[in-house]
């Protein structure tokens, strides 16, 4: 056999020395170890990097796997180094018959290809964009190729040094913003997004890489008695190039400091070659007010504006609204801060009053008054359509207007998005989310609110991500630890990813109501009665109460019970929450979260018939065609009174309505809920449960 080729003699020698088989072994327990990671990373809360890591193990040892068989062999004495080839060893093999030869060689190929397309899929793996296409929607909201007109305000410093200067320099950064986001042709990064790189050590490529823009404006300002200066600088992103600089000094009033203000957003302009209309002009020209401190009280005030959906919050905002239109009567802008505090009082069931209602009505009619097209106006108008009369179509007329003055305001597109989730248009809310987003990078609720839009949509991966990114920039937001136990249930029935998120947030002592009453959910899913009767005791003043739903904590107790197998014990849970819902439905009889929980309340009780009535008139006072998300929650809790009072097939036809639409019900969730066990069994329950989301 000296005439056999190298090559067969060289294959020959890798299969005496079992290198093929430990290439086949390696290449498909790698692929396996690559799968499962898609289940241990996130049950374990490891970090996104952790799946590149790994993969790129796996890939760097596959050579080193291959030395190691060539050189080593195992033995029932232990591991040693391999022994030449007997005489004649190699040329049995290279005759032997191909069906003897192939089979290892083949199986070494196959499961090095699957090693090698795992390790590619890993590798290649997005990062917070997520799954399912979201990639390009993540790189678009980080900016990933920023247009030549985007542009990142850093916040300015205090060139006077003294803390009572640092409001000022905070406020004249904020109107900067507020003048920019007025020019429809520049893409200009919200404050909420810039605010983190106050006093940072990045520089400005790398701040403008993270923002996703391509120039940067830096600036100082002081401030002595009466007097003020700004200087300030436009940077190039990727040369570091000063575009354009200027210094401003003068008097300190409100006029010259707007003046300053208009002078610097058209320089900027002029220098990214971005043109202005004449709207612009006339909007970036116009004096709220000469009264130095009103304007100063205003700004404290629009500081209580940022997003929190706390009472104190707003209340406190719209007491220094009053301040100053008290010192100045024709401040048009202050009212329409208050008219927005108004209706965020009201939407957030704070405040539900007749006269609270008036108020935002009549306070943004008066700011549109005073300054006829202002745009905070228009968009104090839309929150009053869209949270207090549910009216979609007028109030995103008015966010319209409002965004024709603003257009690059991130916080009105933001509220564009609301208005369209609630309208039902889920999708088109996914894109206005998405560019609030891009013009807030770094602002947490607006990630959020792409995950909670994705969540309704049923893409859970991609809402995973987008919490996670939510959570990365905000991580005391508490919001997104209840988001990202309930997507782990969704997505998996991960009922133990769940309760580490859960527990995240107990641990670092970051509160949120809706916690707690996730917290007995979770345990009711888990069928953990006890424990779910246990994180009851935690409710705010006896109850859960958010905008979706109203439970005294009995209800929640009477369910448990009920689980338990205790109906003595269930009884008089369902009829102390009875006790006290139905005087809340006497006072308010048009409240629909209230005939919804005292329909459950009936339906444990056993009043079947006064159980449905209620909660089907908890659905006639919200369907899903007035407002498509609170609407899905009456019809959800419809659909469980019917299962509670035997009406299997008007409990199914409510969940098949709502698997057929964007919703807060997800198949793992009919999978795992006690609620649903009076219909398993049923084929068209059965059915549901083998969709796949």
Do not use: C
């Not at 498909?28 to 970090?47: N, Y």
């Not at 108008?381 to 109030?395: A, E, K, P, Q, V």
């Amino acid at each position: 056999m000296t005439d056999t080729p190298g090559y067969q003699r060289f294959f020959a020698e890798l299969k005496r020395r079992r290198v093929f088989r430990v290439m086949a072994v390696y290449g498909i327990v790698g692929f396996v170890v690559i799968q499962v990671m898609d289940l241990v990373v996130p049950a374990l809360l490891l970090p996104e990097w952790t799946y590149r890591f790994v993969g790129l193990l796996l890939l760097l040892g596959l050579p080193v796997a291959i030395v190691l068989a060539w050189a080593f062999e195992m033995t029932p004495g232990g591991v040693r180094r391999t022994e030449k080839a007997q005489p004649g060893e190699i040329s049995q093999i290279v005759v032997a018959p191909a069906s003897s030869r192939w089979p290892v060689g083949l199986a070494a190929a196959g499961g090095t290809a699957l090693l090698l397309i795992g390790g590619w899929l890993v590798l290649g793996r997005p990062g917070p964009g997520g799954a399912g296409g979201t990639d390009a929607d993540a790189d678009a909201a980080a900016g990933s190729n920023p247009s030549e007109a985007s542009i990142a305000v850093l916040p300015f410093s205090n060139l006077s040094g003294d803390e009572e200067t640092q409001p000022f320099v905070e406020g004249i950064h904020d109107d900067l913003l507020t003048q920019l986001s007025k020019i429809g042709a520049l893409t200009v990064i919200s404050r909420t997004s810039v605010l983190e790189y106050r006093n940072t050590t990045k520089n400005v490529k790398d701040i403008a890489g993270e923002l996703g823009v391509a120039t940067v404006l830096e600036g100082g300002v002081q401030r002595a008695g009466d007097r003020y200066r700004i200087n300030v600088q436009l940077i190039d992103a990727d040369t570091d190039a000063h575009l354009w600089a200027d210094q401003y000094s003068g008097e300190l009033t409100v006029a010259n400091i707007f003046d300053v203000q208009t002078r610097i957003a058209m320089s900027i302009a002029a220098a990214l070659e971005s043109n202005l209309t004449v709207g612009e002009r006339e909007h970036l020209e116009r004096l709220p007010t000469e009264d130095l401190e009103a304007y100063e009280i205003y700004q404290a005030a629009r500081e209580k504006s940022a997003w929190s959906g706390e009472e104190s919050g707003f209340l406190a905002g719209d007491r220094l609204a009053s301040q100053a239109i008290e010192r100045d009567s024709s401040f048009a802008e202050a009212y329409a801060l208050r008219a927005v505090f108004a209706s965020l009082l009201y939407w957030f069931h704070y405040d539900r009053s007749d006269s609270i209602a008036a108020a935002a009505r009549d306070l943004s009619a008066r700011a549109l008054e005073l300054a006829p097209g202002l745009p905070e106006g228009h968009w104090a108008r839309g929150h009053y359509f869209y949270r207090i009369h549910l009216d979609y179509d007028r109030s995103l007329e008015e966010v319209e207007l409002a965004l024709r003055g603003r257009p690059g305001e991130a916080n009105y597109h933001g509220l564009a998005g609301h208005i369209l989730r609630r309208k039902g248009d889920t999708r088109g809310a996914l894109e206005r989310y998405l560019r609030m987003a891009e013009l807030a990078p770094r602002a947490a609720d607006a990630a959020n609110n792409v995950a909670e839009t994705y969540g309704l949509l049923r893409e859970y991966d991609a809402s995973a991500q987008w919490n996670l990114r939510a959570n990365a920039l905000q991580p005391e937001l508490a919001y997104t630890y209840n988001e990202l136990a309930i997507g782990r249930i969704h997505a998996a029935g991960d009922t133990a990813g769940a309760r580490s998120w859960l527990a995240q947030a107990v641990e670092l002592d970051v509160y949120n109501h809706e916690r707690h009453m996730n917290l007995a959910q979770l345990e009711m899913i888990a069928r953990n009665p006890e424990a779910a009767v246990q994180a009851t005791e935690s409710w705010e003043d006896g109850a859960y109460n958010n905008q979706y739903q109203y439970w005294p904590a009995a209800l929640a107790v009477g369910l448990a019970r009920r689980l338990a197998g205790d109906s003595a014990a269930a009884r008089l849970a369902f009829d102390s929450a009875r006790e006290t819902l139905e005087p809340l439905v006497v006072a308010d009889p048009t409240e629909p979260r209230y005939r919804s929980a005292l329909g459950i309340a009936l339906a444990g009780l056993g009043r079947a018939e006064d159980a449905i009535s209620e909660g089907e008139e908890g659905v006639r006072l919200m369907p899903p065609e007035r407002e498509a998300w609170r609407g899905t929650w009456r019809v959800y809790e419809l659909a469980r009174i019917y299962s509670m009072t035997g009406q299997t097939e008007r409990a199914i036809d409510r969940l098949e309505f709502l698997l057929s639409m964007p919703s807060d019900v997800s198949v793992w969730t009919l999978r795992l809920n006690p609620a649903w066990d009076p219909l398993r069994g049923d084929p068209r329950f059965d059915a549901l449960l083998e969709r796949v989301d």
